[in-house]
């Protein structure tokens, strides 16, 4: 305890203190393994983004040097594993396939992919949100709408689509 006298000042610095550490320790092991780490990429590196802010908000409430460390030692087994995942999806496209979502097409060429929008759980409603985002004014300039990877949505207008840009999109060929 830093104030053992005073239970409620003592929580409230020792939570700002431990929650400042645990974050030095957040940029730290980005220096070390690199931005990768915090993209939201894949699925896994959202799941590792929040798993890392989750630790970080248990090691604020830490009561014991202990517990704090044993936050330490997990974040540095999420950055480990993060590491070796990317690593071994660069390597092998199986599993690649296991751990990455296929990006979908919701929308070509003006036009709505129910099946596809069925598929993903995507309503037109949402769709045309995203439009309106990226300031399409006219549907029939719409070359393509992507359900990326991490959840993200991809509005791709204007006079001509490069295919490459849909390539290992599900239902693009």
């Not at 915090?38 to 989750?54: E, I, N, Q, Y």
């Not at 409430?61 to 202990?66: P, R």
């Not at 006219?138 to 689509?161: I, N, W």
């Amino acid at each position: 305890m830093i104030f053992p006298d005073q239970p409620l000042l003592d929580a409230v610095v020792r939570g700002a203190a431990l929650a400042a550490l645990g974050l030095l320790f957040v940029v730290l092991f980005v220096r070390v393994n690199g931005l990768r780490s915090l993209s939201k990429m894949t699925p896994f590196d959202f799941v590792m983004t929040v798993a890392l802010g989750s630790l970080v908000a248990g090691g604020a409430q830490a009561s014991e040097w202990s517990a704090f460390w044993q936050v330490v030692a997990g974040m540095a087994g999420l950055f480990v594993v993060q590491f070796a995942a990317a690593k071994l999806r660069r390597a092998s496209d199986t599993a690649e396939d296991a751990m990455q979502n296929e990006p979908v097409l919701l929308m070509r060429d003006g036009d709505f992919c129910k099946d596809a929008m069925r598929t993903a759980r995507v309503a037109e409603s949402d769709v045309v949100a995203k439009l309106r985002e990226a300031n399409v004014l006219d549907m029939s300039e719409v070359r393509a709408v992507v359900l990326e990877t991490t959840g993200d949505v991809s509005v791709l207008h204007g006079d001509r689509l490069d295919d490459r840009l849909v390539e290992n999109v599900r239902g693009a060929g």
